[in-house]
T-cell receptor
Framework: KAGVTQTPRYLIKTRGQQVTLSCSPI?????VSWYQQTPGQGLQFLFE???????NKGNFPGRFSGRQFSNSRSEMNVSTLELGDSALYLC????????????FGPGTRLTVT | GDSVTQMEGPVTLSEEAFLTINCTYT??????LFWYVQYPGEGLQLLLK?????DKGSNKGFEATYRKETTSFHLEKGSVQVSDSAVYFC????????????FGKGTRLSVIA
C-alpha cells in the first residue's frame, strides 16, 4: 500500500506570495491532518479534515487554510507569506482519527525569502 | 487539556548503550499512546503504540509499556545503534476524534560509534 505523499517536496517563495501544498493520504484513510514543524516551536497542529469537513483546528491565523476533496486528498494554502512561515509542513493520514495511528508524509520544506 | 511531557534532549549515547526516553501524560479517560521517530530530513514514522493500560508496544528492538498508575509510556531499547540517531516524539490520542493527536516536544538522540 502506498504511503502518504506530499507535493512539492521543496518550495521557495517570496514574502507576500501565496502557496498551496498538496497531500495524498493512504488509500482508505479519510482523516488528513496538517502540522507545521519549526526548530523553535516544534510540531504544531494546523487542522484536520475528515470526509471533506474540517473537524479540528489549531491556533493559526486565517492566512492558513485547507480543504479536503471527495477522494480524501487535501490541500493547504498559506496566503500573504511571512518569513516566519518558513517550516517543514507535514501531512498525516489515518483511518478515522479516533485513536487510530497517524501515518506521516515526508513533508514539504517551505522557505520564504 | 491533555498533554504529553518528554525528557529534554539532546541525549547522546555510545553504541550498544541502554536507552530510556521518559514520557508522561495527562489525560482524562483512557487515551491511546504512541511513539514516533523522525530521521533527518524525513517525516515522522510510527514506531510503536499501546491502546490500553499494561499494553506493551514493541518494534525494531524498542519497547514501551502503558502504565496508567504512573501515567507514563517510557521508551526503551537495550542496545542502541548509530542508525537509531533521530528525534523521538511521544504522543497521545483521546480516541474521541474531537481533538487532534497531542505530541510531546521531541527528544533528539545521537548515538556515537
Amino acid at each position: 500500500k502506498a504511503g502518504v505523499t506530499q507535493t512539492p517536496r521543496y518550495l521557495i517563495k517570496t514574502r507576500g506570495q501565496q502557496v498551496t501544498l498538496s497531500c495524498s493520504p493512504i488509500s482508505g484513510h479519510r482523516s488528513v491532518s496538517w502540522y507545521q514543524q519549526t526548530p523553535g516551536q516544534g510540531l504544531q497542529f494546523l487542522f484536520e479534515y475528515f470526509s471533506e469537513t474540517q473537524r479540528n483546528k489549531g491556533n493559526f491565523p486565517g492566512r492558513f487554510s485547507g480543504r479536503q476533496f471527495s477522494n480524501s486528498r487535501s490541500e493547504m494554502n498559506v496566503s500573504t507569506l511571512e518569513l516566519g512561515d518558513s517550516a517543514l509542513y507535514l501531512c498525516a493520514s489515518s483511518f478515522s482519527g479516533k485513536g487510530y495511528e497517524q501515518y506521516f508524509g515526508p513533508g514539504t520544506r517551505l522557505t520564504v525569502t | 487539556g491533555d498533554s504529553v511531557t518528554q525528557m529534554e534532549g539532546p541525549v547522546t549515547l555510545s553504541e550498544e548503550a541502554f536507552l530510556t526516553i521518559n514520557c508522561t501524560y495527562t489525560a482524562t479517560g483512557y487515551p491511546s499512546l504512541f511513539w514516533y521517530v523522525q530521521y533527518p530530513g524525513e517525516g515522522l514514522q510510527l514506531l510503536l503504540k499501546a491502546t490500553k493500560a499494561d499494553d506493551k508496544g514493541s518494534n525494531k528492538g524498542f519497547e514501551a509499556t502503558y502504565r496508567k498508575e504512573t501515567t507514563s509510556f517510557h521508551l526503551e531499547k537495550g542496545s542502541v545503534q548509530v542508525s537509531d540517531s533521530a528525534v523521538y516524539f511521544c504522543a497521545l490520542s483521546d480516541n474521541s476524534g474531537n481533538t487532534p493527536l497531542v505530541f510531546g516536544k521531541g527528544t533528539r538522540l545521537s548515538v556515537i560509534a
